[in-house]
Structures are given as structure tokens and as C-alpha cells.
């Protein structure tokens, strides 16, 4: 099992650009997390899936972040303009049912 | 929203030595885990707790559920240098997301 996939490992961006984030969740497993975590913050969810359908967003920090499941096999977060407050580490984590979720190694994005 | 207080916010030990950290939180979860975080990587799941009391151990880790559904602990025995990392408590309420403490780094000295 390859575990959790991420792509990129690392972004550099310019503030305004748009940024695509993306992850593979882990075979039969029916819940995707896009979580980021920052110093300041920690590890924050901005959202979830089930069974590819978006459960609960509320997490997302405003209208420029969104995230799509087109299948059980593939997610993106966009970012759409990106600002320099959207630095972070970005982590996609799936898991089967109600067990533990398994996280990816992340997607360190700087925005400058 | 759910807020997790984890203690402490760094250990200094030396080698050999067990370790305490716990998590407390303003309300009920249904499910806590622990997590080690490694520099560089994701966090990876150590120990899950899914009922109230429930004591379980994964090697020299151990960890509680408590009682009360509003905190859990980990205890490390006989540290060994492969153990410095940052520890991350989670819990889980009636949503599906996990609510994660802002960690406790695990630093040992020689």
C-alpha cells in the first residue's frame, strides 16, 4: 500500500496566481481530509468528503479555497488568487470507516 | 468550535527516561488518537481510543481514554532517541473531522 499521495511536495508561488493541490487517498478508504497546519494555528480541517461527496466545508477559510472529488481516487484544493497568508502545510488524509485517518506527507506551500 | 489544551508544549529529557503528556478538552469526544509527527511528514497515527476508560498499548506506548470523555493521556517508557518528534492528541465528537491539540515536542538529550 502506497499510503496517502501528495503533489506537489513543495509550491512556490507568486501572490495572485492560482495554486492546485492533490492527493490520492489511500484504496477503499471512503472519507478524504484536507487539513493545513501553520505555526500559529496548527492543524486546522477545512474540509471532508464522503464517498466523494463534500460533507462539511465550513472550514474553508473564504471563497478563494476550493476542493473537489471527481472520484474515489482523486481530490484537489485550489487556491484561486493565492496570498501570502496561505503559507502553509497542506495535508491530504483518508481513512475507512470510523477508524484513524492515514495522512499524506504534505504539500508545503510558500506563497510570496 | 471544540478546543484541545495539550500539555505540555515541550519535554526536555534524557534518555531512558518515561514520558507524560495528556490532552484536555471543553467537550465530549467519541474517539481520541495520537499522533507523532516527524519533520518533513505527516503526522502518523499511534495509539486510537474508542471507549470511555479504555486503557491500550502500542510497545512502549500507552495510552487512556478518559473517563469523563474530555481527556486522554500518553505515557512513553524507556525513551529512546528515535522518539523526538511532535506529539499530536485528536479527538473526534459527532462530526466526522478531527480536532487536533497544537502538539507537545519530544526533545531528548544526550
Known amino acids: 500500500d502506497a499510503g496517502v499521495i501528495q503533489s506537489p511536495r513543495h509550491e512556490v508561488t507568486e501572490m495572485g496566481q492560482e495554486v492546485t493541490l492533490r492527493c490520492k487517498p489511500i484504496?477503499?478508504?471512503?472519507?478524504l481530509f484536507w487539513y493545513r497546519q501553520t505555526m500559529m494555528r496548527g492543524l486546522e480541517l477545512l474540509i471532508y468528503f464522503n464517498n466523494n461527496v463534500p460533507i462539511d466545508d465550513s472550514g474553508m477559510p473564504e471563497d478563494r479555497f476550493s476542493a473537489k472529488m471527481p472520484n474515489a481516487s482523486f481530490s484537489t484544493l485550489k487556491i484561486q488568487p493565492s496570498e501570502p497568508r496561505d503559507s502553509a502545510v497542506y495535508f491530504c488524509?483518508?481513512?475507512?470507516?470510523?477508524?484513524?485517518?492515514?495522512f499524506g506527507s504534505g504539500t508545503r506551500l510558500t506563497v510570496v | 468550535g471544540q478546543q484541545l489544551n495539550q500539555s505540555p508544549q515541550s519535554m526536555f529529557i534524557q534518555e531512558g527516561e518515561d514520558v507524560s503528556m495528556n490532552c484536555t478538552s471543553s467537550s465530549i469526544f467519541n474517539t481520541w488518537l495520537w499522533y507523532k509527527q516527524d519533520p518533513g511528514e505527516g503526522p502518523v497515527l499511534l495509539i486510537a481510543?474508542?471507549?470511555?476508560?479504555e486503557l491500550t498499548s502500542n510497545g512502549r506506548l500507552t495510552a487512556q481514554f478518559g473517563i469523563t470523555r474530555k481527556d486522554s493521556f500518553l505515557n512513553i517508557s524507556a525513551s529512546i532517541p528515535s522518539d523526538v518528534g511532535i506529539y499530536f492528541c485528536?479527538?473526534?465528537?459527532?462530526?466526522?473531522?478531527?480536532?487536533f491539540g497544537k502538539g507537545t515536542h519530544l526533545i531528548i538529550q544526550p
Open positions: 485528536a479527538g473526534r465528537g459527532g462530526a466526522d473531522g478531527l480536532t
Open positions: 484504496s477503499g478508504h471512503d472519507y
Open positions: 481510543l474508542y471507549k470511555a476508560g
Open positions: 488524509a483518508s481513512r475507512p470507516g470510523t477508524l484513524g485517518v492515514t
